[in-house]
């Protein structure tokens, strides 16, 4: 069973950092991309940033490029989100996806499988 557990999220004021984890199981981990994406209240979906788990190439989205850094441990099947200088507009729902073949995209439509989600909380 394919499965996706992020892990991380949390209440933090704004200017602190969090590391949110998405933990794999049931696939070749080396053989797919993950995916951060978003999603705020009353919001579209939007990808975070991505990594290529097969040439670690990575994709950030403009909002948090520079902030966010994604990170991939191929002997715990576990992407790292590190989160710093973090702003009120991150609040939202932080989903990770997975995609195979291993290429690094931000169309959430392409993602093969989903995880349930953490909620990301910054207070101003």
């Known amino acids: 069973e394919v499965k996706l557990v992020e892990s991380g999220g949390g209440l933090v004021q704004a200017g602190g950092s969090l590391r949110l984890s998405c933990t794999a199981s049931?696939?070749?981990?080396?053989?797919?991309?993950i995916g951060w994406f978003r999603q705020a209240p009353g919001k579209a979906r939007e990808a975070v940033s991505c990594?290529?788990?097969?040439?670690?190439?990575?994709y950030y989205s403009d909002s948090v490029r520079g902030r966010f850094t994604i990170s991939s441990d191929a002997a715990e099947n576990t992407v790292y989100l590190q989160m710093n200088s973090l702003k009120f507009e991150d609040t939202a729902v932080y989903y990770c996806?997975?995609?195979?073949?291993?290429?690094?995209?931000?169309?959430?439509?392409?993602?093969?499988?989903w995880g349930q989600g953490t909620q990301v909380t910054v207070s101003s």
């Open positions: 996806a997975a995609l195979k073949p291993p290429i690094v995209t931000a169309n959430a439509a392409m993602y093969d499988y």
């Open positions: 990594i290529s788990n097969f040439d670690k190439s990575t």
């Open positions: 049931g696939f070749a981990f080396d053989g797919y991309a």
